[in-house]
């Protein structure tokens, strides 16, 4: 039957493979989803976890090498295309493990010199009640105390990022909100205290706009309190990088305190990273680490 015919009456008539399709290659590349760095990042730690995720349906413990790492992360990006496996575990795998460990190190070398590390919190007085308030301020809280080592925890529970720190819970309108918290006070209680101490004090926050979206305040802040030397900002949500500044640098340096003015499209400034302290790594076959990765079966990759 002619071609012609078959195709002019579809409806009666249908045309069939000369041959049986081939199946795609299992080595055809995933469709790439990761373009950046710091997506890269947050893909990884997500995928590969160094402490228990306490979620078994979809993470396996395992021992994986970075080779392992490097095959898998190239599925999903074309960012080290051009990088050899050694490059890529110079450059990113090893932060897996070390990121935390390394950002820890710092602080507990300050604590060695005899710095107080302090943690401070802040939530917009936004439309959530006040069980929601509390369970987001208690999540930042354990976050400032156990990746940050903060001895001292201090909490605006209801202030604007742009709202200067010396205007800043003047009055007690959020006190059942702090009763719950179990903290060492509010701004007011944070900016007396740095004032009355004579010790070296390194304030640690959660995003810059943990602390403000006013550079001018930080200039103030470190002007009126000579026993505050450092400022730690943890971004780990957006980017997996920590900055720790030398507050007479910092007030000394536009690009820098541009940062907290800038903090609203803050995405990677490419200043201090735990990754630039990482000594080279062990040869490539060579560097395993046993971490928690989620199973292709129990989770989406």
């Not at 932060?95 to 107080?116: A, F, M, V, W």
């Not at 202030?159 to 205007?167: N, T």
């Not at 004090?201 to 006013?214: A, E, N, S, Y």
């Amino acid at each position: 039957m002619k071609k012609e015919r078959i195709k002019g009456d579809p409806l009666s008539y249908k045309l069939y493979l000369d041959e049986t399709p081939k199946e795609e290659s299992a080595e055809k590349r995933k469709r790439v989803e990761l373009v950046t760095k710091a997506q890269v990042k947050k893909f990884m730690n997500e995928v590969f976890c160094s402490s228990e995720p306490n979620n078994q349906a979809i993470y396996d413990k395992k021992t994986v090498s970075t080779e392992d790492i490097y095959e898998i992360i190239n599925d999903y990006t074309t960012v080290f295309r051009e990088k050899s496996r050694h490059s890529f575990a110079n450059d990113l795998a090893d932060s897996i493990c070390t990121y935390l460990p390394k950002y820890q190190e710092s602080l507990r070398n300050l604590k060695i010199d005899g710095y107080e590390i302090i943690g401070y919190a802040r939530k917009s007085p936004t439309g959530e009640n006040v069980t929601s308030k509390t369970r987001l301020l208690k999540s930042m809280v354990s976050n400032l105390k156990e990746r940050s080592l903060a001895t001292k925890i201090f909490v605006s529970p209801c202030s604007w990022a742009s709202s200067p720190l010396v205007s800043r819970d003047l009055q007690d309108i959020s006190q059942v909100i702090m009763d719950d918290l179990s903290v060492d006070g509010n701004t007011q209680d944070l900016l007396a205290y740095i004032h009355s101490v004579d010790h070296n004090i390194c304030l640690v926050t959660i995003d810059f706009g943990g602390i403000t979206r006013r550079s001018e305040d930080i200039i103030d802040l470190v002007e009126a309190n000579p026993s505050l030397k450092k400022i730690a900002v943890d971004t780990f949500a957006q980017s997996n990088d920590v900055f720790i500044f030398d507050t007479e640098k910092l007030i000394e340096d536009n690009a820098l305190l541009q940062k907290f003015d800038n903090s609203r499209n803050y995405c990677s400034f490419g200043s201090f990273r735990l990754s630039d302290l990482a000594e080279p790594p062990p040869p490539f076959r060579q560097a395993e680490t046993m971490v928690y990765r989620q199973s292709e079966t129990g989770g989406n990759i």
